[in-house]
């Protein structure tokens, strides 16, 4: 069973940083894909970041491009999402998602707003104050 646990949120003043984290179990870090979503009150599900486990590859939503930096520790089965500049724009339930396909497809379906992956966790708040 793949499990995702996502840590890391909290509160933080605009202009401020938080690092989150998702440990994945259950699922190997291998020609596939793990990333970060995020949803706002009234607001549709959105892709923040992805990472592609077999080079490295990233794919960044343009509200967050210069601001947010993933990154991954395949031999700890640990994504991060580094946000600096937070803004109040930024403050969502973020959600940590992974899928067996590779980078290539899972970008593909991004570009054409389908935003499906295979596993989900529960999310973590952020919230960024003015």
């Known amino acids: 069973e793949v499990q995702l646990q996502a840590s890391g949120g909290g509160l933080v003043q605009a202009g401020g940083s938080l690092r989150l984290s998702c440990a994945a179990s259950?699922?190997?870090?291998?020609?596939?894909?793990i990333g970060w979503f995020r949803q706002a009150p009234g607001k549709e599900r959105e892709v923040v970041s992805v990472i592609g486990s077999s080079d490295g590859s990233t794919y960044y939503a343009d509200s967050v491009k210069g601001r947010f930096t993933i990154s991954s520790d395949n031999a700890k089965n640990t994504v991060y999402l580094q946000m600096n500049s937070l803004k109040p724009d930024d403050t969502a339930v973020y959600y940590c998602a992974a899928d067996d396909s590779d980078y290539a497809v899972v970008v593909a379906f991004f570009r054409q707003g389908y935003y499906g992956m295979d596993y989900w966790g529960k999310g973590t708040q952020v919230t960024v104050s003015s």
């Open positions: 259950g699922f190997t870090f291998d020609d596939n894909v």
